[in-house]
């Protein structure tokens, strides 16, 4: 893999720790700027809607731009937002600095799916693309929990201020390491990749992304009401599940990379079943501590595996949209991180106890695999593979039969 990647990854573990760390920091937040705790808390939702609007829109803004102007531009930007926020007396203030700060990580992530692309073989997409997205499970293992305790430890201005300090040697490696112009010289057309992002492979690919990421933060974001009200485990023992989970989404994420090249259906069709039946068994067997902790990090696995691998078949089923593909993978998944939260929130509060979130991920994580099987069901018709590997299944059976 080309060092630049590794180095967008950097830019991406340092947003990525912007965007979560706040649930270890509202609390703080509301007493120092003088609002109630639900006030704070619209602190991440704005950061969320800033993510949805700003990943396509902010890939249209920049299509004229070569990619290394476009990701010094958004990187530069949330480094100066999160200094200003660092600094600010005043919630209204710091509030918009959210909202330009997550307009310009999702134009970042967007401009860097697109280039990645473009970085490294037709064969190695999938690799590349997991390298990218292990800057948001390394966010969630490391950046959230080291976040949290420099807010306990200095007050959470200091977690802003290290989210900027992070951001900064990314920012002069990308200066340094991308070239000033892009490997292919010629511009985006803006309409032809819009009428290219109405491709329905494309379209029911970003829909399967959108439930499978609803179900891992349907779950992720009450993993401490479970832990503590299901299985039992003290409060003190919440930021290691939390750990835990991200750690198995960095499994996931890169033993998918390294599979789902060659074999991105045995990623998909194999990984999204099985995400279901965890969701299911985990809400079934939460009282089990010793079962619980393992399903904490299979299912970070399974969820991070499929979600990377559906990120970049959605890259590689439209070719005729690079710049907006990208785009519209970034707001697909900020959907389901927004919308997930919403529906555990609602199965939890409909009158059910600490394990409804995980029948909620279960329900949500099956609409992500009926859109997944559609869509590998639709490429593979128009190419003639069913009767292909049903032949080749019938030939396999036939020769194990002889051996036997």
Partial sequence: MPVVLYLLGLAVFAQGTSEFMLSGLVVAIADDLAVSVPTAGLLTSAFAVGMVVGAPSMAVLSSRWSRRRALLFFLGTFTAVHVLGAMSAHFAVLLATRVVGALANAGFLAVALAATATLVPQRSRARATAVLLAGVTLACVVGVPAGAVLGQLWGWRAAFWAVAALALPALVAIAWAVPHQDPDASRPNVRAEWAASRNPDLVLTLLAGAFVNAATFATFTYLGPVATSATGLPAASVPAVLALFGAGSFVGVTVAGRIADARPAVVLLGGGP???????????????????????????????????????????????????????????????????????????????????????????????????????????????????????????????????
Wanted: charged share 10%.
């Fill in 274 to 404: 099985l995400l279901i039946v965890g969701w299911a068994v985990f809400a079934m067997v939460a009282s089990q501590p010793a079962i619980t902790l393992a399903l904490v990090f299979v299912q970070g696995a399974l969820s991070f595996a499929v979600g990377s691998t559906l990120i970049a078949r959605a890259l590689s089923v439209a070719p005729g949209a690079p710049t907006l593909g990208g785009g519209l993978a970034t707001a697909a998944l900020n959907v389901g991180a927004a919308a997930g939260p919403w529906l555990g929130g609602v199965a939890l509060a409909g009158g059910g106890d600490a394990r409804s979130p995980l029948w909620a991920s279960a329900a949500l994580a099956a609409l992500g695999v009926l859109f997944t099987a559609t869509a590998l069901w639709r490429g593979a018709a128009r190419s003639g593979v069913p009767h292909a590997a049903l032949t080749r299944a019938r030939g396999s059976w036939s020769e194990r039969s002889r051996r036997r």
